[in-house]
T-cell receptor, first 114, second 112 residues
Framework: DGGITQSPKYLFRKEGQNVTLSCEQN?????MYWYRQDPGQGLRLIYY???????QKGDIAEGYSVSREKKESFPLTVTSAQKNPTAFYLC?????????????FGPGTRLTVL | EDKVVQSPLSLVVHEGDTVTLNCSYE??????LLWYKQEKKAPTFLFML????IEKKSGRLSSILDKKELSSILNITATQTGDSAIYLC????????????FGKGTLLTVNP
C-alpha cells in the first residue's frame, strides 16, 4: 500500500527533553512537509524539503529541526527550545513539479508535554 | 504574505440540512485551491480547483471557485452525521517553495 506513515501515534515528553517524530512515505514524492495543528489555528508550516539533503524553514520553525537524508524519510525533532510543543503534528508529501501541489497527509502524532 | 480565511469557524446542523462553507484568499500568484476533510487524524483530500477547473462535484459535495471574488464555497447537501469533521481550505500560490497556506478550518457538527 502506498502512503505516509507517522510514528509514534502519541508521544509524551518531559520539559527539557528533545523528541523525534518519524515520517516515512513510499509514494516516491520529492517534497515533504511538517505542519503543526493547534485547536482553532488550522495548519501551520514548520519545515519543508524538496530534495534530499535540503530543507527550508516554514512559518514557525523556531525550536524545531529536521533532516532529509533519504527521499522516503523526513524526521522532525522538537527541541527543548520550543516553548509550547504540545500539539498535533502532521507530515505531508507531494510530487515536485506538479502544477497544483496536492499534498497527501500522514495520520499525525499527538505530542503532549508533561 | 498569503492569507486564507474560512467562515464560519464552527457550525451545528441537523441531519438532512444543506450547508455552505466559505473560503476567501489573498495570495500573490494563485495556482490552486484545495479542500480537505479532517475527522480525527489525517486531512483527506476532497477537491482541487484551478483556473481551468472552477467547479467540482462528488456525490453530495460540490465546490465552486470564484476567481473574481477570490473565494470558494463548499456545499454539502442532505448532511449526515458522518459529515461531521473539520473542513480545511488551502491555497497554493506557486513559486519555488511549493507551500500551501491553510485557513483555520470550519468545524461542522451534524446532529441526528
Amino acid at each position: 500500500d502506498g502512503g505516509i506513515t507517522q510514528s509514534p501515534k502519541y508521544l509524551f515528553r518531559k520539559e527539557g527533553q528533545n523528541v523525534t517524530l518519524s515520517c516515512e512515505q513510499n509514494l516516491n514524492h520529492d517534497a515533504m512537509y511538517w505542519y503543526r495543528q493547534d485547536p482553532g489555528q488550522g495548519l501551520r508550516l514548520i519545515y519543508y524539503s524538496q530534495i534530499v539533503n535540503d530543507f527550508q524553514k516554514g512559518d514557525i520553525a523556531e525550536g524545531y529541526s529536521v533532516s532529509r537524508e533519504k527521499k522516503e524519510s523526513f524526521p522532525l525533532t522538537v527541541t527543548s527550545a520550543q516553548k509550547n510543543p504540545t500539539a498535533f503534528y502532521l507530515c505531508a508529501s507531494s510530487p515536485l513539479g506538479g502544477r497544483f501541489n496536492e499534498q497527501f497527509f500522514g495520520p499525525g502524532t499527538r505530542l503532549t508535554v508533561l | 504574505e498569503d492569507k486564507v480565511v474560512q467562515s464560519p469557524l464552527s457550525l451545528v446542523v441537523h441531519e438532512g440540512d444543506t450547508v455552505t462553507l466559505n473560503c476567501s484568499y489573498e495570495v500573490t500568484n494563485f495556482r490552486s485551491l484545495l479542500w480537505y476533510k479532517q475527522e480525527k487524524k489525517a486531512p483527506t483530500f476532497l477537491f482541487m480547483l484551478t483556473s481551468s477547473g472552477i467547479e467540482k462535484k462528488s456525490g453530495r459535495l460540490s465546490s465552486i471557485l470564484d476567481k473574481k471574488e477570490l473565494s470558494s464555497i463548499l456545499n454539502i447537501t442532505a448532511t449526515q452525521t458522518g459529515d461531521s469533521a473539520i473542513y480545511l481550505c488551502a491555497v497554493y500560490s506557486g513559486g519555488s517553495n511549493y507551500k500551501l497556506t491553510f485557513g483555520k478550518g470550519t468545524l461542522l457538527t451534524v446532529n441526528p
